[in-house]
């Protein structure tokens, strides 16, 4: 793909997806720091990247900590001399499933949603926006979901914080999109990712496959993929845009 060589890319969240793009950004010559919650896991991410001959590192962060978000932005400065992208894509997952409804859901599963998935994204921005200026511009991409805009019986807060991801996605296209600035979204539909492909029961897996148009799930390559698209320079027109890669789950007119 044209125009990642040497970019240097910010990837907030480094699970599944994460690391999916973390490689495919890497192997495209881009210049890749990432952070994640579990530290040792954006370590030895980066151990490998590395090992494939590819420039990474990775440290541990808290997306929902100004100071933690700051020191993962510093770093990305400090080892390679600026940022021109950023992946925003933690979220935390252990409390989805206990995301019930308006009525049942804990106060405390609500505000941990919001905390990673929404404050978390917004400090990202706020971290990123100064060094993406400093470069003459760049790209941030978001991870929403399809959950943003299928309408669910379930999930209110996971729901809740991906509208507001595209909200916050608007707010930076429009506000900056005449400095250079790029800002979209990827919303991927159900991607089967390794803690998935040993729990995820057989019968909910052929449920799930019935929503999706295509002849497959989801695999973590496939946001990558568009990540990488969106980071580069091939999508330099694309702004203030929400991309579902879900095997048409969603159609729209
Ligand atoms: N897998 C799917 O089916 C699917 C579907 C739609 C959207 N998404 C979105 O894609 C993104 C990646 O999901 P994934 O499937 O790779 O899940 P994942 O759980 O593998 O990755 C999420 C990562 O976020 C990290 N994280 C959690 N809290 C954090 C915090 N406070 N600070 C920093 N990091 C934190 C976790 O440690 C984990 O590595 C998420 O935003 C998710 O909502 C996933």
Not at 117 to 145: N, Q, W
Not at 186 to 201: E, F, N, Q, Y
Not at 219 to 232: H, Y
Request: glycine share 12%; with cysteine.
């Amino acid at each position: 793909m044209h125009g990642l060589e040497d970019k240097v890319v910010v990837v907030a969240g480094g699970g599944a997806i994460g690391s999916a793009t973390v490689h495919r950004l890497a192997d495209a010559g881009a210049r890749v720091v990432v952070g994640d919650l579990n530290g040792e896991h954006a370590e030895s991410l980066a151990d490998a990247v590395r090992e494939s001959g590819g420039h990474c590192i990775g440290m541990g962060f808290d997306i929902a900590d100004e100071a933690s978000v700051r020191a993962l932005v510093d770093a990305a400065v400090e080892e390679y001399g600026g940022i021109d992208a950023m992946h925003v894509n933690a979220a935390d997952l252990q409390v989805v499933n206990q995301d019930s409804d308006v009525l049942s859901e804990p106060l405390a599963v609500f505000d941990q949603t919001l905390r990673v998935s929404l404050r978390g994204h917004f400090l990202c921005t706020r971290a990123v926006l100064p060094e993406l200026l400093r470069r003459g511009g760049g790209s941030i991409v978001y991870t929403s979901s399809v959950a943003a805009a299928v309408g669910e019986p379930v999930r209110p807060a996971y729901a809740m914080a991906k509208a507001g991801i595209e909200a916050l996605m608007r707010h930076v296209a429009s506000g900056w999109g005449k400095q250079r600035i790029r800002a979209n979204a990827v919303a991927p539909g159900l991607v089967i990712t390794p803690a998935m492909a040993t729990g995820l029961p057989e019968e909910a897996r052929k449920h799930a496959l019935k929503s999706v148009r295509s002849a497959r799930l989801g695999k973590p390559g496939d946001i990558a993929s568009m990540v990488a698209f969106l980071v580069s320079d091939e999508s330099e027109w694309i702004n203030g845009q929400v991309y579902s890669v879900d095997g048409g789950t969603l159609l729209r007119l």
